[in-house]
Structure formats: structure tokens, C-alpha cells
């Protein structure tokens, strides 16, 4: 996983936006723990000093995730 994380990073995010969509739909709940989940993994792999600009943008998204 080490040589292709940008990627993983990327899926994480990507993951969060299809369960936070789905969850505007159905089983809200579930599909809201399931984004916070991977938006817990995308700030592993968006180090602040390395990736700043998608560091700060997963951390809105995970905090505004976790207002609701």
C-alpha cells in the first residue's frame, strides 16, 4: 500500500462522498459512520506539510461531518 497511497487517499475520500450521498437517500445513519470512517483514513495520507491543500479540504469535510 506504501507505493500507492496518494491513491488510497483518494478512494477514502471518494468513498466518503459516495456514502455521504447514499445517505442522503437511505439508511442515513450507517451511511454517515461509514464517510466518517474513511474520512478518518484520507488525513493519514494527506499529511498536512506533504499534501496541504487536500489536507485542509478533507478536514472541512470531516468536520462538517461530523456536526451533523
Do not use: W
Not at 496518494?6 to 478512494?11: A, E, K, L, R, S
Not at 471518494?14 to 466518517?36: Q, S
Not at 494527506?46 to 485542509?56: A, D, G, N
Amino acid at each position: 500500500m506504501e507505493e500507492f497511497l496518494i491513491q488510497y487517499g483518494m478512494t477514502q475520500n471518494n468513498l466518503r462522498t459516495a456514502y455521504n450521498t447514499f445517505g442522503e437517500v437511505k439508511n442515513k445513519a450507517d451511511n454517515c459512520k461509514k464517510a466518517i470512517k474513511a474520512y478518518e483514513e484520507s488525513p493519514k495520507i494527506y499529511i498536512k506539510k506533504e499534501f496541504p491543500v487536500p489536507h485542509e479540504i478533507v478536514k472541512k469535510h470531516y468536520d462538517n461531518a461530523l456536526s451533523f
